[in-house]
């Protein structure tokens, strides 16, 4: 495989290509991507950024490198391995860079999303965050949160995404900010006769849809009685039912305010919450509007930006890691090699690791525990790309079902096999040489068992 954009990496993979032995020329090696958990809280994260990764890989490579790569959605631990590149071992080095940036972004995106989701349901959940997130992360940003179980966003980017099919895939939403008020105010209207005005051609231009009124342009709380009375006027004029947004100020009670002012008159009535929400933050405004005697299914919708893209780094969930576990040599053939570390928190996996499905609570002798589906660039990446996103997160339900039985000591410790275990344990000697048996994958014509495993104490 050539990259069509070798600046995509930096000067370490670039430099390496010049420094490497005579004995691994012959080029063949594999890769892993690793999440580890720097912060020992190992709770399950949600893969996302395949599709990402598929449409660039494949618009790449002519076919030169084998990747393998766990789903869309699916569960995974920090220490599992959820990337396998096989093939050139330069080309798959300089692979470093886009794998793990597109990984670690979109995975804590896709982890803050169900979340959130778990809380409140798709259907009361708007992405509003494309403002808070790098151009270049737009699409990455929104996918993401689309992948963690979103349907509603505002982000318009993803109209240009191969693959993301408005109407199947999302849901876009979203009606007025806090400029068109101050352009109204701008040319001598009162803020009470522009809610009116904006309503009247909201009606005449989306017809059926409900307008959200932003109410903190001036002051919340006059804000909050003037967007009321005209939404009732509309109710009445043409049967419409329209919402309001609070943007700044305390949410909380004014969102049970506006609730007691309207629902008796308006059942069907709304109220969108937005600025610097958190999971936490949901949860105590559904416990206390609940207390308030409204149900906050029938009446609250949340909108949330900067929570799931602020302070996104690559040790966000875990210090991603790629590395290679075999390097194929013309004096000992295939050797399995693993970086052990002064931190056990940073080793990586030897071998080919044989990304497959496994039984949940026995290892099988592979090192993905469970629901790691393999995906191979060509016509399985093409029908891969092609799929809903429903249909990814249905295929994936079913491995988060499963992560509910996992044993708990799973989420406490990692479960590796015996001889890496002891590898770690014993860190500090530095230098091993004993059988590893490893599993070939299914795809792979390279046939790998009993092979030795080698680390050197010199760097």
């Known amino acids: 495989m050539k990259l069509t954009h070798p600046e995509e990496t930096d000067l370490y993979n670039e430099t390496m290509d010049n420094l490497g032995p005579k004995e ?29 990764i598929l449409r660039d890989f494949l618009d790449r490579s002519d076919g030169g490198l084998e990747l393998c790569i766990l789903q869309d959605g699916m569960p995974f631990l920090p220490g599992d391995p959820v990337v396998q590149v096989i093939g050139e071992k330069s080309q798959a080095r300089k692979l470093e860079a886009k794998i793990l940036s597109t990984l670690f972004y979109m995975t ?38 689309l992948i963690g179980g979103g349907k509603l966003t505002s982000n318009t980017t993803l109209r240009n995404v191969p693959g993301l099919v408005e109407g199947r895939d999302y849901k876009l939403v979203g009606t007025t900010g806090h400029s068109l008020y101050m352009e109204y105010l701008a040319a001598g209207y009162t803020q009470k006769n522009t809610f009116k005005i904006i309503l009247e051609k909201f ?10 009124i932003l109410v903190d342009t001036v002051e919340p709380m006059l804000g909050i009685n003037q967007a009321l009375d005209v939404i009732k006027e509309r109710k009445k004029i043409s049967g419409q039912t329209h919402y309001i947004r609070l943007d700044s100020g305390d949410l909380l009670s004014q969102a049970i305010y506006a609730l007691r002012e309207t629902v008796e008159e308006i059942p069907d009535f709304k109220v969108i ?26 009446h609250i919708i949340y909108g949330a930006g900067g929570y799931f893209f602020n302070n996104i ?12 576990s075999v ?27 044989g990304i497959s499905y496994d039984v949940l609570g026995k290892r099988l002798n592979v090192h993905n525990r469970y629901a790691a589906n393999r995906i191979i660039t060509g016509e399985t990446s093409q029908a891969y790309l092609d799929k809903s996103i429903d249909e990814l997160k249905n295929e994936a339900k ?38 590893y048996k490893t599993i070939s994958s299914e795809d ?11 680390v050197n104490d010199s760097v």
């Open 24 to 52: 691994t020329e012959t080029g063949y090696s594999v890769w892993q991507a690793i999440p580890r958990d720097v912060n020992k809280y190992f709770k399950p994260r949600v893969m996302a950024g395949t599709r990402a």
């Open 108 to 145: 804590e995106v896709a982890t803050r999303t169900k979340e959130l989701i778990d809380l409140v349901g798709a259907d009361r959940l708007i992405e509003v965050g494309m403002r808070g997130s790098a151009p270049g992360a737009w699409t990455y940003s929104a996918e993401a949160f």
């Open 203 to 212: 009606e005449k231009n989306y017809s059926g849809r409900p307008c959200s």
């Open 273 to 298: 919450i937005e600025d610097g929400l958190t999971a936490d933050k949901i949860k105590h405004y559904e416990a206390e509007i609940q207390k308030a005697g409204f149900d906050p299914k029938k």
């Open 313 to 324: 780094t690559r040790d966000s969930n875990g210090a991603w890691a790629y590395k290679p």
């Open 327 to 353: 390097y194929r040599t013309t004096n000992n053939g295939d050797v399995d090699v693993v970086k052990l570390s002064g931190n056990i928190l940073k080793q990586s996996l030897p071998g080919l690791i």
């Open 398 to 435: 079913y491995y988060w079902g499963k992560m509910q039985d996992m044993p708990k000591k799973w989420y406490a410790a990692y479960d590796l096999s015996d001889e890496l275990t002891q590898m770690q344990h014993d860190a500090v000697k530095r230098t091993y040489e004993f059988g």
């Open 444 to 454: 792979s014509t390279q046939s790998k068992q009993n092979l030795k495993l080698v």
